[in-house]
C-alpha cells in the first residue's frame, strides 16, 4: 500500500537529535545493555523486541526505578495471557511520581486551567504535602491495599492529588468524569465495589454550571460498599449530610508514606466497553504503568523536567491517567477543565499558550475542526515553546497533518499516537529522532512487537492487516476485575490468534517503518476519544416505548470526521417525529453522556442478526463503508439477509 517513497513533511535536526533523550539512551544502553550503538531508531527496536528483558532491565535502570525488594528476574512467565514482570519487586507508583519534589521545591508540578484561561500553579512541594495528608486520611479512614477508592471528578488538581494518596496507601484508584450519567458510572463503579468516593458537586462546561448533587446522591444510593464520600464544592455548595470536607483531609503536613507493593499490585481500574454486557474492568499494575510510561514518556515522548505537558482530556479517559504520569519524568503537567471550544474553537491553542506548553496533546476530530473553522495558531497565539503536537482518539488525516505544519510551524513535530485504553499507553506513534510522513505514526514503540497479520496470522507489509502485539507489555492488563478464571480478559484479545494480543484496529506497517492506522476492526464507538460499547446506547434508547430494536454504528470518515447513525426499528403505530427524535437524544445525553448523542437517528425495517440472536454490528458498518454484501457478511450466518438491502442502498446514497 505504501511502497512508494514520498518526502517527509518535517525531519528532526542534527541538534534535536542529539540532545533528545533516546539518544541518550540507546548510547548509555549500548554501553551497558547489548543495545547497538548505530542503525538509528530502527536498530534499536529491533533489539528492544528481540531482547525483551535486556530492554525492560534497561529502562529500569536508565529511569532510576527504587525497588524496595530486588526482582529475582525481568520477565517470569512469557505466555500471553499471563506474563509475570519483576517478580518479587516491590515498589509504590506515587513515591516516584513525586520524586522531583526533593529537588524542585518551589516549581509547579500542575497547573490547573479553567474556562477563565487563568493558570494556577501547585507546587511539587505543595502537591506533595496534600498528598501524605490525604493518604493518612485515607488510612485513617480504614483504607487498605486492594481497597478501591473512586473519583466522579473533573480535570483538576484534586483528582490528581486522590489518584496519587490511592497509589500510595496501595488502594486501587479508579474515575468517571462527571459528564457521564447516574447509569454509566454505577455500570463502571458497580462492578469493582468502592470503599471511598470523591466527588464534586458540579462542574463548568461551555460557559455554563452543570449541577450534579442528585447524581451524587443517586451514586451514594448505589454503591452500598462506601465508607466515606467526600465532598469537593466545585461550585460553592454546602457539604450534603454524612460526606466528609475535602479541605479537612488534605490540611495536614504529614510526608507521605508509600506502601511497597507487589511489582503487579493493581494501581487503577479502566474501563472499555464493549459491544454486550457491562463495560471491561481493566486492571492495570502499579509496576507495570509506571516502566511503561516511563519509557512512552521519557524516551518517546522526550518529556523531562523543563517540559510542560499538556493534553486536552478528562478522567474518564485514559489519556488523564497518561497525562498524570508526566510527574514521572519531573515534568510540570497542565489541567484543563472546560469545553474544548469554549469560548471559541481555538480555546485549547490558547491554553497551550498561557501556560507555556512544550508538548501539547488533542485529539484528531479537535484539529479537523479548527482547520474548517478557519482557526490560524500561530498568527493568533504565540506558540513558540511548543515543540510538539499530539493527535490521537482517532487517526489524524493527512490533511490534518498539512494544517498543522501550515498552521502552527513548519519545523514541528507532529506525533500521531495509536494505543489503547487496555494498555493505557501506545503501540505506536512518538519517536524524537524520526522523519513525519503525511499521515503516518512514526513507527512502533519500543519493547512493543506490533505487527500487522492477515487471517491466517501471517504477518504483512505495506498492507492493511489485524492490529496484533506478539510479545508482552508490562503495562498490559494483569486481569479484568470480576474475571476469575480469566476468560473474559482471554476472549478480548486472544481468541482470534492463541497467546497474541489483537487489538481491533487495521494497520499497515509500512517497508519504511511507518504505521497507518484505519480505524476501528470492529463496533466499539469512539467519540473524541472516548470509548463506549453500543450495548450502553441500547439499553437506554430501548427502554423507550417507541422503539422495538436499534442498532448505533461508528465510522471514520475519509475526510477525519466520524459519522455515527443510530438505526431504529418503530413498535408498531410509533412515528420517529421531532419529538420522538428529542426524546432519544435527551435519554442518552442523560443517562450515557452528551458526547453518544448520535450523528443521525434513521427509522430502519429491522435490524439484522446472527442466527444465535446477536445484532450484527461489524458487517453493517462494513456495508456503511462501502465493502460489497458479499464481502461484508457470511449470508448463512444471518436471520433475515434482506434487511441488509436497506443498509447497503443507504451506503450507496451516501456515497
Known sequence: MSTANPQPLWQPDPERTAEARITTFQTWAAARHGAPADGGYAALHRWSVDHLDSFWKAVTDFFDVRFSTPYTRVLGDRAMPGAQWFPGATLNYAEHALRAAAERADRPALVHVDETHEPRPVTWAELRRQVGSLAAELRALGVRPGDRISGYLPNIPQAVVALLATAAVGAVWTSCAPDFGARSVLDRFQQVEPVVLFTVDGYRYGGKEHDRRETVAELRRELPTLRAVVHIPLLGTEAPDGTLEWSALAAGDTEP??????????????????????????????????????????????????????????????????????????????????????????????????????????????????????????????????????????????????????????????????????????????????????????????????????????????????????????????RFWNDPDGSRYHDSYFDTYPGVWRHGDWITLTSRGTVIIHGRSDSTLNRQGVRMGSADIYEVVERLPE?????????????????????????????????????????????????????????????????????????????????????????????????????????????
Open 257 to 478: 508514606v508509600f506502601e511497597q507493593v507487589p511489582f503487579d499490585h493493581p494501581l487503577w481500574v479502566l474501563y472499555s466497553s464493549g459491544t454486550t454486557g457491562l463495560p471491561k474492568a481493566i486492571v492495570q499494575s502499579q509496576g507495570g504503568i509506571l516502566v511503561e510510561h516511563l519509557k512512552q514518556l521519557g524516551l518517546h515522548c522526550d518529556l523531562g523536567p523543563e517540559d510542560r505537558f499538556f493534553w486536552y482530556t478528562s478522567t474518564g479517559w485514559m489519556m488523564w491517567n497518561f497525562l498524570v504520569s508526566g510527574l514521572l519524568t519531573g515534568t510540570t503537567i497542565i489541567l484543563y477543565d472546560g469545553s474544548p471550544g469554549f469560548p471559541d474553537t481555538g480555546a485549547q491553542w490558547k491554553v497551550a499558550e498561557r501556560t507555556g506548553a512544550t508538548l501539547y496533546g488533542t485529539s484528531a476530530a479537535y484539529v479537523m475542526a479548527c482547520r474548517k473553522a478557519g482557526v490560524h495558531p500561530a498568527r493568533d497565539y504565540d506558540l513558540s515553546r511548543v515543540k510538539c503536537v499530539a493527535t490521537t482518539g482517532s487517526p489524524l488525516p493527512p490533511d490534518g497533518f498539512r494544517w498543522l505544519h501550515d498552521e502552527v510551524r513548519d519545523d514541528l513535530w507532529i506525533a500521531s499516537v495509536s494505543g489503547g485504553t487496555d494498555v493505557c499507553s501506545c503501540f505506536a506513534g512518538a519517536v524524537p529522532t524520526l522523519p513525519v510522513y503525511t499521515g503516518e505514526l512514526q513507527a512502533p514503540g519500543l519493547g512493543t512487537d506490533l505487527q500487522a497479520w492477515d487471517p491466517s496470522g501471517r504477518p504483512v507489509v505495506d498492507e492493511v492487516g489485524e492490529l496484533v502485539v506478539t510479545q508482552p507489555m508490562p503495562s498490559m492488563p494483569v
Open 547 to 655: 422503539i422495538k430494536e436499534s442498532l448505533v454504528i461508528g465510522i471514520e470518515q475519509p475526510d477525519g470526521g466520524y459519522w455515527m447513525p443510530l438505526f431504529v426499528h418503530l413498535a408498531p403505530g410509533a412515528a420517529l417525529d421531532d419529538a420522538l427524535v428529542d426524546r432519544i437524544k435527551r435519554a442518552i445525553r442523560e443517562h450515557l453522556s452528551p458526547r453518544h448523542i448520535p450523528d443521525e437517528i434513521i427509522e430502519v425495517p429491522g435490524v439484522p442478526h446472527t442466527l444465535t440472536g446477536k445484532r450484527i454490528e461489524v458487517p453493517v458498518k462494513r456495508l456503511l463503508q462501502g465493502t460489497p454484501l458479499e464481502k461484508a457478511v457470511n449470508p448463512g450466518s444471518i436471520d433475515d439477509l434482506a434487511l441488509l438491502a436497506f443498509y447497503e442502498e443507504l451506503a450507496r446514497k451516501r456515497a
